[in-house]
Structures are given as C-alpha cells and as structure tokens.
C-alpha cells in the first residue's frame, strides 16, 4: 500500500507501507493491504505504519480524514509531524502546542485592545 500524509503546506509523509494503524471518533483501526476501501475522520492522536523493511513509523496527526482507495491511502489533515520514536512525537506535538497557545494568547490580547479601543471612540462619538 502506499501511504500519502498531506497538511495544507508540504506532503509531510509519502511510502511504501505493509500496515496502517489510526485512531477516529469510534475508535482505533489498522488497515492491511487487502482491506476494503475505506474512510474515517481522524481524531488528534497517533498514526503509525509499518515500513515493507519492517520498521515502525509514528505520526501525530491532527483531526483530518483517511480515505484508503485500492492500494492508496491518503491522510489529509491540518498537522502531521513524524518522530522516530513515540518520545520523539511527544516532544514535536508539546513543542508546537506550546508554540500554538503563545500565538493564541498574543492574538487574544491584541483583539482585547482592539475592543477597548473600538468602545472608547464609540463613547467619544456620544459626547
């Protein structure tokens, strides 16, 4: 099977691979060469595949969706970061969750501002 990661920016993963193992809103799946086509919503969680070498590979993916078509298995989703280990996922997923609450919190303080701004000149325009 050939297994194709897509975020909005880059193709974060394309390979030959003998399995697939996921999680959706119902729970975890593993798909095998000869499984029916198939399709799922992706829940943030872990993917992994097995290399045709044998070799485990691990993803954090964000929500997204899984369409498996024939030999193709397409996963599309917003984020996807590969780890050679599940430690290494953790501390990709931690450093861009924390990178993601900084920008968050800054875009928090500047619609604040831009409120309070936007009541003081409505109050102006009464006097």
Same mark, same amino acid.
């Given at each position: 099977?050939?297994?194709?990661i ?32 198939? !399709?799922?919503?992706? $829940?943030?969680?872990? #993917? &992994? +595949?097995?290399? *045709?070498?044998? @070799?485990?590979?691990?993803? /954090?993916?964000?929500e ?24 290494? !996922?953790?501390?990709? $997923?931690?450093?861009? #969750? &924390? +990178?993601?609450? *900084?920008?968050? @919190?800054?875009?928090?303080? /500047?619609?604040?501002r ?14």
């Amino acid at each position: 099977m050939k297994l194709k990661i897509l975020s909005p920016t880059e193709v974060v993963f394309e390979q030959e691979v003998n399995k697939v193992s996921a999680e959706a809103d119902d729970g975890s799946f593993g798909l095998l060469p000869r499984h029916i086509d198939y !399709v799922a919503a992706l $829940v943030p969680g872990l #993917l &992994s +595949a097995e290399s *045709e070498d044998g @070799e485990e590979l691990f993803f /954090a993916v964000d929500e997204g969706v899984l369409v498996k078509c024939g030999p193709d298995i397409i996963v599309s989703t917003y984020y996807a970061t590969r780890g050679p280990t599940l430690g290494a !996922v953790r501390r990709a $997923v931690r450093q861009t #969750l &924390s +990178a993601s609450t *900084e920008r968050e @919190e800054r875009a928090r303080r /500047a619609l604040s501002r831009l409120q309070a701004d936007m009541v003081r000149r409505y109050l102006e325009l009464g006097e």
